[in-house]
């Protein structure tokens, strides 16, 4: 959940800096550009000044006193040249130069003639076209030169801007700097606000796990987190007693039923059998309810059985299944023998895993019971030991009739059998009481088609005490 939490909230994050960084950046690029304007826009006015006594050509006893302000104009247009090497002259309104520093003309089309014409209109050059750092312009300021109210000349300011692009972009930088700051130090808030968030819906997801794979005791420890969280776990804890002591109540009610019918049972047995003794030998009620009282006399046994499997803790130890598997075999073998099935094992003759040794047997005991029970005569029932990185297997698989795909779906419930089977002895607990024995040590039991015919079942127990 967290490496889904996480980017979204770097992405929202990033957009909000972005979205504050693209206004400041243009802002910052207007703002130099501005200062630099105002300051062309002072220097025009400064040399309009300065030409509005030689806008007209001199003549009669004035030529020197105008030569004299003409020389003074031009000797400021060269030395602010000179100074800050930014062109600048005076132009007539049809275009011709009044005086100008570097032989400064009028351009003829772009930027520098659109601030002439409309300094030449009256209106002034002072909001030309932005320059931004990646595009190498020059900025044009036009002033208009007023005299007796009529426009009669027009000072034009060539500025070069690379110095204003640069500290554009090196304030770019600054704010690119802060912005990877920013974004950084909100990539540590989200890395601790997930986890203060989420760290109680880990530690509920790990709690759910192992209720879930049969450790019921396990509850939700004290963590932080949102208060919701903190309440949700709260409540799961609850929840938790709760199903704890319905599962307690269960099993301890199936565990004293079965062993309080056990009396009442065995003497109706025993009654039975009395009753049997002043009837003939063969008479045939007295045989079936003989058969169906040992029936129910097993029915108790294996309830009890299933509940004492599913109360009891596991034993767990480091254990040598390939060693357990043979020696159950050799076990089972006699009874192999004397219903004519080949019983063999197969695969790995050491392989270690964790289980409950008692538990282990007494599930494999079950499953090759079962297995021989169902395979019919001249026919084989191979036990194969498997191992690999996480988990070790013991998969028995017999030459029996098989089970159907929706048999297959339903093998294993309690008190289920095939209809196939009915005939066959048996409660139909006993694969529910080893899927109880395994799950109780982390282990599981599952089953497949075998081929050419017959039932694989798989035991699997893990490799790690974890």
């Given amino acids: 959940m967290r490496t889904r939490l996480l980017p979204l909230l770097i992405v929202l994050m990033a957009g909000v800096l972005l979205a504050l960084g693209f206004p400041l950046a243009v802002s910052l690029a207007a703002a130099q550009q501005q200062k630099v304007v105002i300051d062309r826009i002072d220097d025009t006015a400064r040399f309009a000044g300065l030409a509005q006594y030689v ?78 750092p990646w595009q190498d312009r020059r900025l044009y300021v036009a002033s208009s030169v007023i005299r007796d109210g009529d426009v009669v000349a027009v000072v034009v300011t060539d500025s070069p801007t690379e110095k204003m692009r640069s500290e554009t972009l090196h304030g770019w930088w600054l704010i690119g700097a802060g912005e990877a700051a920013a974004m950084l130090l909100a990539i540590g808030a989200a890395l601790r606000l997930t986890g203060w968030v989420l760290k109680p819906v880990r530690v509920l997801d790990a709690t759910t796990h192992d209720i879930a794979t049969g450790r019921l005791k396990s509850r939700v420890a004290a963590a932080g987190g949102p208060p919701e969280l903190r309440r949700l776990a709260r409540s799961f804890n609850e929840m938790a007693d ?167 779906e339903r093998i294993g419930d309690r008190f289920w059998r095939s209809g196939r089977h009915q005939n066959v002895k048996g409660s139909g607990l006993g694969l529910s009481i080893t899927r109880a024995l395994l799950a109780a040590g982390g282990g599981s039991i599952g089953y497949a088609p075998n081929e050419p015919r017959g039932l694989r079942v798989t035991v699997t127990v893990p490799r790690t005490s974890g």
């Fill in 55 to 132: 806008t007209e050509r001199p003549s009669g006893s004035r030529r020197l006193q105008k030569d004299e302000r003409l020389a003074t104009l031009e000797k400021q247009l060269v030395r602010y040249h000179d100074v800050y090497g930014i062109r600048a002259g005076v132009f007539y309104r049809n275009g011709d130069v009044m005086a100008s520093a570097d032989n400064f003309q009028v351009p003829e089309d772009g930027e520098g003639d659109e601030a002439f014409r409309e300094a030449r209109a009256g209106r002034g050059s002072h909001d030309p076209k932005q320059v931004w």
């Fill in 242 to 408: 709760h199903v704890e002591d319905v599962l307690e109540q269960q099993r301890a009610f199936v565990a004293d039923a079965s062993h309080q019918l056990r009396n009442p049972l065995a003497a109706l047995l025993l009654r039975i059998e009395l009753l049997a003794l002043e009837l003939p030998d063969d008479n045939e009620e007295i045989a079936s309810v003989r058969t169906e009282g040992k029936r129910l006399a097993q029915v108790l046994d294996d309830l009890l059985d299933l509940a004492l499997a599913e109360h009891a803790p596991a034993d767990l130890r480091l254990t040598d299944i390939g060693e357990l598997a043979a020696e159950r075999v050799d076990a089972w073998r006699p009874l192999a023998q004397d219903r004519e099935v080949e019983l063999r094992c197969a695969g790995l003759a050491a392989a270690t895993a964790w289980a409950d040794p008692v538990a282990l047997s007494s599930a494999l005991d079950a499953v090759v019971d079962n297995a021989l029970k169902f395979t019919p005569a001249g026919e084989s029932v191979t036990v194969t030991v498997a191992s690999n990185g996480s988990s070790a297997t013991i998969v028995v698989a017999d030459g029996g009739p098989g089970l159907t795909e929706d048999e297959l």
